[in-house]
């Protein structure tokens, strides 16, 4: 899962490219125009990937990684579990227990629940971050022109006072 924090001139748009282990020169995905959201893939090698980010402008830009490894064998086993439970039930006679199959659909709807908030967990997870860096980003903007603006007083002030003591001591040597 991925999302772009911080961009500067609202331009959150990232193209990215994913190189496999084994040809590290020609990439397995390549996506441009990406802004936020999930980006997975399965990995069919062993060892490390390269993911390359394009800002596309010449704006710096804070994309927030967050990596999730899956192993496909647990994924296997709960998909086999669930298609032998569908293919137990289609082989059962008319004497099948209603109870067990309101149990086994009940099993099948909460996983699939479960996998659909547990999506828009990671989605509210990573707007969250992108929300926090773009509030950090405007106290900084708003500390900074504070900044500024009392040093343009002071500096202002300095200003007035030299040039009214230049134009009193100016008028003083005509009058003597």
């Known amino acids: 899962m991925s999302n772009l924090c911080q961009g500067e001139?609202?331009?959150?748009?990232?193209?990215?490219?994913?190189?496999?282990?084994?040809?590290?020169?020609?990439?397995?995905?390549?996506r441009?125009?990406?802004?936020?959201?999930?980006?997975?893939f399965i990995g069919q090698h062993?060892?490390?990937?390269?993911?390359?980010?394009y800002g596309g402008k010449a704006h710096d830009k804070i994309v927030d990684l967050d990596f999730k490894?899956?192993?496909?064998?647990?994924?296997?086993?709960?998909?086999?579990?669930?298609?032998a439970r569908k293919a137990?039930?289609?082989?059962?006679?008319?004497?099948?227990?209603?109870?067990?199959?309101s149990v086994e659909n009940s099993i099948d709807t909460i996983e699939r629940?479960?996998?659909?908030?547990?999506?828009?967990?990671?989605y509210y997870k990573s707007r969250n971050t992108r929300n926090h860096h773009t509030v950090c980003s405007?106290?900084?903007?708003?500390?900074?022109?504070?900044?500024?603006?009392?040093l343009l007083?002071?500096?202002?002030?300095?200003?007035?006072?030299?040039i009214l003591e230049f134009i009193f001591r100016e008028s003083r040597k005509h009058n003597v």
């Open 69 to 83: 490894y899956n192993c496909e064998r647990q994924d296997d086993i709960r998909n086999e579990r669930r298609k």
């Open 88 to 101: 137990q039930r289609n082989l059962r006679d008319s004497k099948t227990d209603p109870l067990q199959d």
């Open 138 to 150: 405007t106290e900084h903007r708003i500390v900074m022109f504070s900044i500024y603006g009392i």
């Open 153 to 162: 007083i002071i500096g202002m002030s300095c200003a007035q006072i030299a």
């Open 113 to 122: 629940q479960l996998h659909v908030l547990e999506r828009n967990i990671q």
């Open 46 to 53: 062993k060892g490390e990937y390269a993911i390359c980010f």
């Open 9 to 30: 001139s609202n331009d959150f748009d990232v193209n990215y490219e994913i190189f496999a282990p084994d040809d590290k020169n020609k990439p397995i995905i390549e």
């Open 32 to 40: 441009s125009g990406e802004r936020q959201g999930e980006w997975s």
